[in-house]
Nanobody
Framework: QLVESGGGLVQAGESLRLSCVASGRTFRGYVMAWFRQAPGNQREFVAAISWIGGTTYYTRAVRGRFSASREITKNTLYLQMNTLKPEDAALYYC???????????????????WGQGTQVTVSS
């Protein structure tokens, strides 16, 4: 089970930190990811992190502004989002799966466990 939190309403240029608590199984060897979906759009990849090594990869649109991390002892995944833009507004999901880690955008079908999402709204 994955449960996200931390979403909210911020102004452009501000920051938010999303959290995702994972439970119910071990995620050793898994890739964890963040996706987002704005109304009328497909779910799109944001960031991925390998659970054990902490290796990260970001989609181009957020590179340099977002940072993914995890705290293994707390089974928690984080997404630090800085310098938020109105186009970052979306429902953000965390996901877990067992694809090989790669330096390329992931597809939602690569992941088999999903949270319920947390809403991020950015006003201009």
């Amino acid at each position: 089970q994955l449960v996200e939190s931390g979403g909210g309403l911020v102004q452009a240029g501000e920051s938010l930190r999303l959290s995702c608590v994972a439970s119910g199984r071990t995620f050793r060897g898994y890739v964890m990811a963040w996706f987002r979906q704005a109304p009328g759009n497909q779910r799109e990849f944001v960031a991925a992190i390998s659970w054990i090594g902490g290796t990260t990869y970001y989609t181009r649109a957020v590179r340099g502004r977002f940072s993914a991390s995890r705290e293994i002892t707390k089974n928690t995944l984080y997404l630090q989002m800085n310098t938020l833009k109105p186009e970052d507004a979306a429902l953000y999901y965390c996901a877990a799966g067992s694809p090989e880690f790669r330096y390329n955008d992931y597809d939602p079908t690569d992941f088999d466990s999903w949270g319920q999402g947390t809403q991020v709204t950015v006003s201009s």
